[in-house]
Structure formats: structure tokens, C-alpha cells
């Protein structure tokens, strides 16, 4: 196995990426090789020694490429350490306060209980309703009623990403995996 860690993620309008990209950025300053990439970009974690996965929250559901990559690399990412993320909450405060403690899609609740990632956050999100197609602005405005702005918070996810990069680098953690 590699000594590389993949940061891969799901995302419609880029604000996932974003945060995907401020996580690959941790990593790399902590000296860790690290590439960030779309996770339907991906097929082959033999490279990887670790994988961080986080995907955009839509109407309660993860991106389409993001879950299918957990899907498909089930076993693979069993293997390895692995991190998930879910953005999306839009509106200030703790975003598992906001929602009422859910991480993760039941679809993707189900295999992480089987393949026990180190851990599963959540970060607030972005919503720009001028990146919005009609139908959307009316289900986030009319319908959810969905705060609109970039209501991600940076340092939660450099936090996360440091403690990530502390475990990655700790003396021991090669003959953990």
C-alpha cells in the first residue's frame, strides 16, 4: 500500500470541492502526499494508505458519484483507514445541531456501520441561488425555505483535517493498517 491519502468528494456547484480542497491543503502542510480529486474520477485505491470521502447533501441524499464510490470501494475502504463528510446544512450554528444530530444518508449509514470509518463529520455549507436551476430555487426558497449564502466554516474543517493529518502521521500508525 501507498503512502498516500485520497481526498475524493461528490459535489453540484463546487462548494464541496472547496471544502475537499481545504482538506487535501491540511494534509499536504503536515507533509502528508495527498491528492484531492472527483470521486467519479477515481477507480484504484491500491496507492492509497488512507481515504477521506465527503460528498454535498441534497434533499437528504449524497451525490450520486460520491455514494457510488463508497459503494463500489467498500471492501477497499475497509481496508483502510477512512474519514467521511457530508456538507450542507446552510445556515449558521452547529451543523449537527441543525440537524438534529443526522451525518449521513441512510444508504451510506448502512455501509458505514459496516466498514467503521475513524470518524464522520459534517460541515455547514453554501447555498448560491444564482448557481440554482428554476426548480431548485423554488424548492429552497418556497418549499425547504433554505438560508441562502456560504455559511461553511473554515476552521471546522482545517480542525478535522489536522486531527486526520495527526493521526496519519503518528509513529505507529503504519502497523495500525
Given at each position: 500500500?501507498?503512502?498516500?491519502?485520497?481526498?475524493?468528494?461528490?459535489?453540484?456547484?463546487?462548494?464541496?470541492?472547496?471544502?475537499?480542497?481545504?482538506?487535501?491543503?491540511?494534509?499536504?502542510?503536515?507533509?502528508?502526499?495527498?491528492?484531492?480529486?472527483?470521486?467519479?474520477?477515481?477507480?484504484?485505491?491500491?496507492?492509497?494508505?488512507?481515504?477521506?470521502?465527503?460528498?454535498?447533501?441534497?434533499?437528504?441524499?449524497?451525490?450520486?458519484?460520491?455514494?457510488?464510490?463508497?459503494?463500489?470501494?467498500?471492501?477497499?475502504?475497509?481496508?483502510?483507514?477512512?474519514?467521511?463528510?457530508?456538507?450542507?446544512?446552510?445556515?449558521?450554528?452547529?451543523?449537527?445541531?441543525?440537524?438534529?444530530?443526522?451525518?449521513?444518508?441512510?444508504?451510506?449509514?448502512?455501509?458505514?456501520?459496516?466498514?467503521?470509518?475513524?470518524?464522520?463529520?459534517?460541515?455547514?455549507?453554501?447555498?448560491?441561488?444564482?448557481?440554482?436551476?428554476?426548480?431548485?430555487?423554488?424548492?429552497?426558497?418556497?418549499?425547504?425555505?433554505?438560508?441562502?449564502?456560504?455559511?461553511?466554516n473554515w476552521d471546522a474543517?482545517?480542525?478535522?483535517?489536522?486531527?486526520?493529518?495527526?493521526?496519519?502521521?503518528?509513529?505507529?500508525?503504519?502497523?495500525?493498517?
Amino acid at each position: 500500500m501507498g503512502k498516500k491519502t485520497l481526498v475524493a468528494y461528490g459535489t453540484k456547484y463546487g462548494a464541496t470541492a472547496e471544502i475537499a480542497e481545504k482538506i487535501g491543503e491540511v494534509l499536504r502542510q503536515a507533509g502528508l502526499t495527498t491528492d484531492v480529486l472527483p470521486a467519479d474520477h477515481f477507480h484504484d485505491l491500491a496507492g492509497y494508505q488512507a481515504v477521506v470521502l465527503g460528498s454535498g447533501v441534497y434533499m437528504g441524499k449524497w451525490r450520486k458519484e460520491a455514494a457510488q464510490f463508497l459503494k463500489t470501494n467498500e471492501q477497499a475502504l475497509a481496508e483502510r483507514p477512512l474519514w467521511l463528510f457530508s456538507s450542507g446544512p446552510t445556515d449558521h450554528g452547529d451543523p449537527l445541531e441543525l440537524l438534529n444530530g443526522w451525518r449521513l444518508p441512510e444508504a451510506q449509514q448502512a455501509i458505514a456501520d459496516r466498514i467503521h470509518p475513524r470518524d464522520v463529520a459534517v460541515f455547514n455549507g453554501a447555498l448560491k441561488i444564482d448557481k440554482l436551476n428554476f426548480f431548485e430555487k423554488w424548492i429552497t426558497q418556497k418549499m425547504v425555505k433554505a438560508p441562502v449564502g456560504d455559511f461553511r466554516n473554515w476552521d471546522a474543517v482545517a480542525s478535522w483535517a489536522n486531527t486526520i493529518a495527526n493521526t496519519l502521521k503518528e509513529p505507529d500508525f503504519a502497523l495500525q493498517t
